[in-house]
């Protein structure tokens, strides 16, 4: 069965250090999202991303965040200057029949800022 | 109020229960509604879409009310199995998630 795969799985970084987390979506998708959870919380939305530019973004994704879809199989999420808040899982997802459709997530890339 | 609204929880019952969780949303304007279900550190994996006419999967029975902008989720004959946090999701450009409820079935 197709699968949304992440890389790292967990990912620690010292504080102001730049992270790339990386994903591949489901192949034949065409939109992809990054969600965040902070440990205990709920899951929270940063952005989506269609037709190679982001289509939707929440107030979380700030000029530290950015996305970028490098290649044909790959969807980045860099995070700049990294800051202890930063700790959360991050998970990826893709849906391939429209942006309300349901969504497929990666399992997750686990980032520790110290 | 906040876009997604879920019964707080947590809830315990026992093996073959009933349990029925229960979700608002505060944006009529949307569009999908599904339930995700979320194991402890793992990602959200779905479990059922929610249509207006309510819908149906083994002993999942999801139900939409977009006048009251209420989603619900029936769990029937309950199994160890179905422990996990269950997640309500709306759609409008984007998917928004509750906080969930954490449901624990004991033997």
């Known amino acids: 069965e197709p699968e949304v795969t992440q890389t790292p799985s967990h990912q620690v970084t010292q504080m102001g250090q730049e992270v790339i987390l990386r994903c591949v979506p489901i192949s034949n998708h065409l939109y992809f999202y990054w969600y965040r959870q902070i440990l205990g919380q709920k899951v929270e939305f940063l952005v989506s991303f269609y037709n190679n530019e982001i289509s939707e973004k929440s107030e979380i994704f700030d000029d530290q965040f950015s996305v970028e879809r490098p290649d044909g199989s790959n969807f980045t999420l860099k995070i700049r200057s990294t800051k202890l808040e930063d700790s959360a899982m991050y998970f990826c997802?893709?849906?391939?029949?429209?942006?309300?459709?349901?969504?497929?997530f990666g399992q997750g890339t686990r980032l520790t800022v110290v | 109020r906040k876009e997604v609204e879920q019964d707080p929880g947590p809830f315990n019952v026992p093996e073959g229960a009933t349990v029925a969780f229960n979700c608002t949303y505060s944006n009529s304007a949307s569009q999908s509604f599904f339930w995700y279900r979320q194991d402890c550190r793992k990602e959200p994996k779905l479990l059922m879409s929610v249509y207006s006419s309510g819908n149906e999967d083994g002993r999942f029975t999801a139900q939409l009310n977009r006048a009251s902008q209420y989603i619900s989720l029936l769990i029937r004959d309950s199994k160890l199995s179905d422990s996990a946090t269950y997640l309500c999701?709306?759609?409008?450009?984007?998917?928004?998630f509750g906080a969930g409820t954490r449901l624990t079935v004991k033997p």
């Open positions: 999701v709306v759609a409008l450009n984007d998917m928004r």
């Open positions: 997802a893709s849906s391939g029949q429209g942006k309300n459709t349901e969504a497929f």
